[in-house]
């Protein structure tokens, strides 16, 4: 018989062997492959593997993805907009104690079930995958996990000689085997920049070896003081999209309100305000647009708009403040 040379291992090697050769597939193989035990957690939004979802400190993510959370431990409506399977889910709230966690989901009104599964605290690095999958070992039935956030499990200690781009793809890369591994769903949170940019995949941050590594992207934008905040997506298997979201403080919940073609005039006119607020003195224009991250005739028509309702003031030609 001629020797296989894609899957015959050297000589004395084992699968364990440094030597060993990976899993090689036929076209045939593929179409009989196991697909995952679960599709989407959110039809179009929120798939199977390993999504990466981005925002601002203190702009509600966590309280988002507790949502996403109770959602599915119960079987209920994912923020208001599809039925989420109802499943286990293990939700790692590892910037929170258990008493703010808990706090939450008194606010959400959540009532106790078997099917969400919670941890404060988790190890670092390659650590973080080992344990990871020991626990879906003992767990079989968690299908859903959740890491809020990524900085509290990445890899502290690395050679001085990895790069930014390396470590980023190494971090987010760890935790996509596991999804890949088990089939299931991880949804990370991570924060983005300071600084706007035009491709909102570059808003994430970190370098492109962490957007890079992920299948989905979610960036998660709500101005300061604001219900509604804009929810853009992008990734292997989910057309790009965008969407309004809207938040009840009172209950801790938010809402997903359809296509974001409405919001983003609301969410720039915040921005001024804010903006405005945060610098008293007449601002001019162009100051206001390069702060928003809009166009020039965009900035424009809403600073017009805004004046003509008594919202800002222009106390001088070219000038804005608030009344």
């Known amino acids: 018989m001629a020797r296989n040379?894609?899957?015959e291992q050297p000589h004395g090697s084992s699968e364990k062997d440094e030597y060993a050769l990976p899993t090689i597939w036929t076209m045939a193989d593929l179409q009989t492959a196991e697909p995952p035990h679960i599709?989407?957690?959110i039809p179009g939004i929120l798939p199977a593997g390993l999504t990466v979802l981005a925002g601002a400190p203190k702009l509600g993510k966590s309280f988002l993805v507790l949502n996403l959370a109770y959602s599915c431990a119960i079987g209920g409506m994912a923020l208001d907009h599809a039925p989420a399977p109802q499943i286990t889910v293990l939700y790692?709230?590892?910037e929170d104690?258990?008493?703010r966690l808990r706090h939450r989901l008194?606010?959400?009104e959540a009532k106790e079930t078997p099917h969400l599964l919670l941890s404060t605290e988790w190890p670092r690095g390659e650590k973080s995958r080992i344990q990871l999958h020991q626990v879906l070992l003992k767990h079989p039935d968690i299908r859903f996990v959740i890491i809020d956030?990524?900085?509290r499990v990445r890899e502290r200690d690395r050679p001085s000689t990895t790069s930014l781009y390396d470590a980023d793809y190494g971090d987010i890369e760890r935790l996509k085997k596991v999804a890949d591994d088990e089939g299931i769903p991880i949804l990370v949170v991570t924060h983005t920049r300071k600084a706007d940019a035009s491709d909102f995949l570059d808003q994430v941050?970190?370098?492109?070896?962490l957007t890079g590594a992920a299948d989905t992207i979610l960036l998660m934008r709500r101005a300061r003081n604001a219900r509604s905040a804009l929810l853009e997506i992008t990734g292997r298997d989910v057309e790009e999209a965008a969407y309004a979201l809207e938040f009840d403080p009172d209950h801790g919940r938010w809402s997903l309100r359809g296509s974001a073609d409405l919001l983003q005039p609301t969410l720039a006119r915040q921005e001024i305000i804010n903006y405005l607020r945060e610098h008293p003195e007449p601002q001019k224009a162009g100051s206001i647009e390069e702060a928003i991250g809009k166009t020039k005739q965009n900035t424009g028509n809403l600073l017009r708009d805004m004046v003509k309702e008594g919202v800002i003031c222009k106390p001088q030609h070219g000038c804005y403040c608030l009344p």
């Open 5 to 7: 040379a894609l899957t």
């Open 97 to 99: 104690p258990p008493y």
């Open 92 to 94: 790692l709230a590892l």
């Open 205 to 209: 941050s970190g370098s492109t070896g």
């Open 106 to 108: 008194d606010q959400m």
């Open 39 to 41: 599709d989407w957690i």
């Open 149 to 151: 956030t990524l900085a």
